[in-house]
Each structure stands twice: as C-alpha cells, then as structure tokens.
C-alpha cells in the first residue's frame, strides 16, 4: 500500500468510513488534558492517543515512549501493521507542531502507512467539516514495533556529520532563537528553515511542493542531499523533516534533542566531549 504523506479535509471527509483506516487525534498540550478537549468533539471515526508519553524528565521534557509503550499505545486504539493511519492535531501551525511529531514517532517504530490531515484540526473547524462527540468502538490492533534507526541522530552521530560534514544540519526555530536576540547558541554550521515559513496562513496548509522546494534552497539547503533537522526538543523540526521527505528527500533524519541543547552546542562549537549524550 502506497498512501501520501497528506491528506485533505475533503479527501477524509469522503474516506472516514473505510475499514482500514484509523484516524488518530494526536494533539498534547503541556497545560491541559486533550483527551477531555477530545470528547468535547472530534472528527468522525476519531480515537485519541498521546504519543508523547514519554521517559520524561526534567532535562527530556519530550522524550520518546519506549518501544513497549508505543506498540502497547497504538494497539489499544486500533492500529494494524496494515491500517492506514491519518493525524491530526488541535495545534501550532496549523496542526503540525504535534502531527508533524507524531508522524515521525509512528514511522521511527515502524509504521510503513502514515498520513497527516493538512491543515488539522483548524482547517476541518474552518471548513465547517461534520464533528461528533460520540465515542468510536475500538477493536484492539496487532501493530508490532519494527524500529527505523536511520530516522533518527544521536549526539556522537550529529557531532561527527559537523565535523566531516557528512550531511546538512536544518535548525528548525525561529529566527530569533537561532541567530537574534534570543538565541544561546546552534549548531555549526546549521542553516534556518523555521516551520512556519513552510506553511501557507491563507490556506491553512503546507505550501506547495516546489514553494517548499524554493525555500529549502533559498536557507542554503540542497533538499537533493542528506539532512539532519532539529530544534529545541523535537517538535517543529518533525515537520521540517516531512517537508522534505515531501520534497522526495528520503534521506532525512531528526536529531532528538533535550532541554541541555546549549550545553550541546557549546560542546560541539569547541569541539568538546562531554559525558552527556542526547
């Protein structure tokens, strides 16, 4: 099965129905319960899941969930090796702040058919899209954690790609945290693409492929050649990676980062090791 990377309002809307698809809002918010603002509506055929519950600490406030966790996650609400997976979200930029996250989670563990609704929730809202607080009956999946290793960049991985200069680094923050009057620090070498340069605001949806395409070159990047994104834990940088999966750059990976980023930077401008490890 082939599914693209998007899918529209009006495409889900006409699909919703089909056997084979699960539709997962995956909105999480740091300062209240999404699983209570989903049973206040939701779209049809929707289940919640919260894909960032993670080995949190103070220092990886938005870490991965174990393997065991994730595939225990996925098969409570539904998910088969085979389902056709789409995302949304109730969140910043248009939905693919957590999306964006959670559709990099479910292919790191594996899932091989995984779409976003552009423009999530947001758009479906402004759309005036059918919603429902019903709940959706659910029948336990069989989905089984098969972990993509390449799709991810540890700091010992990132440190030597700066000094060989093996791939891209694409810092995926806004401006004035990468280079302005917020920033601490960033990679060497790293180029700025943040998220939402990426997103059409009229339309509530990614731009265009080839606008894409433009902008990736346009902050230095050859979105034809290999790319590690990253940000300030994980999130936005997601998305970026997508964009240029989108672009037909299947060559991209996330470097996870944590809350200690700026001791990181540090360590990789002055060409330091340190015991610390992300």
Sequence with gaps: MTVPLLVSCKWLKENCNNENLVILDVSWSSSKDMDEEFKKGHIKGAKYIN??????????????????????????????????????????????????RAWWTFKYFGAKNVSILDGGWQKWNSENYPITTDDTPIK???????????????????????KNKTRQICDSRGAPKYKGPESTGRIPGAKNLPLYQLIDQTSQTLKP??????????????????????????????????????????????????????DVRVDLQNGVRRLIRV
């Design 51 to 100: 894909v960032m519950n993670g080995e949190n600490t103070e220092l990886f406030p938005r870490n991965l969930p174990t393997a065991e966790k994730f595939q225990e996650s996925v098969r409570a609400v539904g998910v088969n090796n085979n389902s056709h997976i789409v995302l949304y979200s109730n969140s910043d930029f248009c939905g693919y702040f957590l999306s964006g």
């Design 140 to 162: 336990p999946g069989n989905f089984t954690v098969n972990v993509v290793e390449n799709l991810k960049r540890n700091f010992t991985q990132t440190e030597d790609d700066v």
């Design 209 to 262: 492929i080839e606008e894409i395409k433009k902008d990736f070159s346009s902050a230095g990047i050859d979105v034809s050649k290999p790319i590690t994104t990253y940000c300030f834990s994980g999130m936005s940088s997601c998305s970026v990676l997508l964009a240029a999966n989108l672009c037909g750059n299947m060559d991209a990976s996330l470097y996870l980062v944590s809350k200690i980023i700026e």
